[in-house]
């Protein structure tokens, strides 16, 4: 790899180069999005460097960054790497207590943040931070080209052996870790990508998803601003599905439950329309999905069968297509695993749709799905220079450039993590098939193991039940237990139409969980759960939570998985007694 392009400013900059007048970021000012252009973000990172380092920032110091996504994280991710600092990216939402203790533990001296809870944590943290000399605003930094003065980046050797960043992840559990990530593990992987995706210039994306996750910022940054391409900022989470219609990106990075959101909107839209819209929309779905098939299967497909299909897309599937902007040659899914259905059903309404795999420690991505090739239910092929194995246990093994040099100050997780061969052992499991497309069938630490020996995956038993209008989220539960029982977040639009109430405040809420509609509605969804299952599988009852799982209260990561440990230690009280009352339920009926 060459010099410029085996480090993150090094491949961005050479991009500027190339496209000086394209666009490189787009932010929301007023009713229009705002380009800052390459030649124009090469100046505001050149100029960012020097106050960097006027600030006694160098090479090897830690810059950490708390702050919702905008042009200004990324104007000052790349100077801070341009002269060899080392970026922290610290989720908006975590609490003072878990800031401190990365704070700490990576010796930050300088975090900037954005307005509201991360400047509120950062100040409660800082007077026991010795490490952190200052906390500065965010918005203080300018985005404006025109004021930004410099003579060009500071003389700073920076190579593909630095390290670029460190991203405290803690998984599911446990507490965080600091993941060192070098400059040529970042690059590596994003012109894997690039490769992958098939980006260039012409393509943008709309960035909604955390840019503290490497997710977002490989996928949804360095592969667009390595190939010239432009990242548009959506306003916030809430405005994403408005400015992706106002953008038309090209290609849309996304996690499960962001589409799994978007599909539960568009069918009860669908179910509480009129009877024609419901008959269309059905008709349109069954003649499309035979199309799919038989395009699948190498069948021929009739002249008038392919009139009938065309005209059903054009009054039907075209329709929904139009939230993307018309536009989308590319979904990417990503962070976990999506609902086959629903990845069933955005193919067939024409969103060209792929899932990846990967995780923090490999850059992220370790495999991905190819575009007019994918195999639903798979994650694809290894990306290029990625060797991919699968362990004697079924664990999921990767090696490759990607694969990051180790955790900060934790040599023996990190000999845990990366055996002496070099091999990435990832906590999932997994298969290869014959087509090279791996397959990822759960997590070593999800199995649940029943006091009868029984080892069963939640995964397939929760997708399942969340399939049922009135369930929004599900945690399957039965370690060490006779039986499986789930943990309920309900849908609280489906509950308000199920008891005709709407509005009420959180105590009214509660009471409507336990109305007779409501609970018929929860053992409905356990009951076709079962009827799909193995009899091992089998739910035999639930409760209902009576919060949702939220990256803000705990219950999940920022890419919205279940953080199953803790969400067991919060309900624990309230499982016990669940099994208590199946436990005498079963004594009763001797």
């Avoid at 700490?104 to 991360?118: I, K, Q, Y």
């Avoid at 509005?503 to 969980?513: F, M, S």
């Amino acid at each position: 790899m060459s010099e410029h392009r085996a480090t993150v400013p090094g491949a961005v900059l050479d991009a500027a180069g190339r496209y000086p007048d394209r666009a490189a970021l787009m932010h929301r000012e007023g009713q229009a999005f705002r380009p800052i252009l390459y030649s124009e973000l090469a100046r505001l990172v050149a100029a960012t460097a020097a106050d960097l380092r006027s600030r006694g920032i160098k090479k090897g110091d830690v810059v950490g960054i708390a702050s919702e996504n905008g042009p200004r994280w990324t104007i000052i991710d790349l100077p801070a790497l341009s002269i060899g600092a080392i970026v922290v990216p610290v989720y908006p939402t975590l609490p003072s207590a878990q800031l401190s203790h990365i704070i700490s533990d990576s010796r930050m001296r300088l975090l900037f943040v954005g307005r509201g809870h991360p400047e509120r944590a950062a100040n409660e943290a800082r007077p026991a931070m010795s490490s952190l000399e200052d906390v500065v605003r965010l918005d203080e930094i300018s985005i404006d080209a025109d004021s930004a003065v410099s003579a060009g980046l500071p003389d700073v050797d920076v190579s593909g052996e630095d390290i670029a960043t460190i991203c405290y992840t803690s998984g599911t559990t446990g507490t965080p870790r600091g993941v060192m990530l070098t400059h040529g593990n970042l690059a590596s992987n994003a012109w894997a990508l690039v490769e992958r995706f098939g980006i260039t210039e012409h393509d943008v994306t709309v960035s909604y998803l955390p840019q503290a996750h490497m997710f977002e910022r490989t996928c949804g940054h360095n592969v667009f601003l390595f190939s010239g391409g432009t990242v548009a900022y959506a306003e916030s989470r809430a405005s994403a599905v408005r400015d992706i219609g106002i953008v038309a990106p090209t290609v849309l990075i996304s996690v499960p439950r962001v589409l799994e959101r978007a599909y539960e909107a568009a069918v009860v839209k669908v179910e509480r329309g009129s009877w024609l819209a419901r008959g269309l929309v059905h008709r349109a779905f069954t003649l499309l999905n035979e199309r799919s098939n038989r395009r699948f299967q190498g069948r021929s497909i009739s002249p008038w069968f392919a009139f009938r299909c065309a005209l059903y897309d054009r009054l039907v599937a075209a329709r929904f297509r139009a939230v993307g902007g018309r536009r989308l040659r590319l979904i990417v899914s990503g962070g976990a695993g999506l609902d086959r259905r629903i990845g069933k059903t955005l193919l067939v309404f024409g969103f060209p749709i792929v899932e990846g795999y990967g995780m923090t420690e490999a850059s992220p991505v370790i495999s991905c799905g190819l575009v007019g090739r994918h195999r639903l239910g798979t994650v694809g092929p290894p990306i290029s220079g990625t060797d991919v194995a699968i362990s004697d246990e079924g664990e999921i093994l990767a090696r490759g450039p990607n694969i990051m040099k180790g955790y900060l100050g934790r040599p023996e997780d990190t000999a845990a993590t990366i055996d002496g061969d070099g091999w990435l052992h990832t906590g999932d499991l997994g298969e290869m098939g014959d087509d090279g497309n791996l397959t990822v069938t759960g997590r070593m630490k999800d199995i649940i193991v029943t006091s009868y020996g029984k080892n069963i995956m939640p995964g397939p038993i929760e997708e399942r039940l969340t399939t049922a209008p009135v369930v929004e989220q599900a945690i399957v539960l039965g370690d060490n237990r006779k039986a499986l029982v789930a943990l309920i977040v309900a849908h609280r639009e489906e509950v308000e139409r199920l008891t005709g109430v709407r509005g009420v405040d959180e105590g009214g809420y509660a009471a409507l969980l336990e109305r007779d509609a409501v609970r018929g509605a929860a053992r409905n969804a356990l009951r076709a759960s079962n009827d799909e299952g193995a009899s091992y599988e089998r739910v035999v009852s639930y409760l209902f939570a009576p919060d949702g799982f939220t990256v803000e209260n705990g219950l999940l990561t920022p890419t919205l998985k279940l953080r199953r440990r803790v969400i067991v230690d919060r309900y624990s009280d309230e499982i016990e007694s669940l099994y208590r009352s199946l436990e005498g339920r079963h004594a009763n009926q001797r």
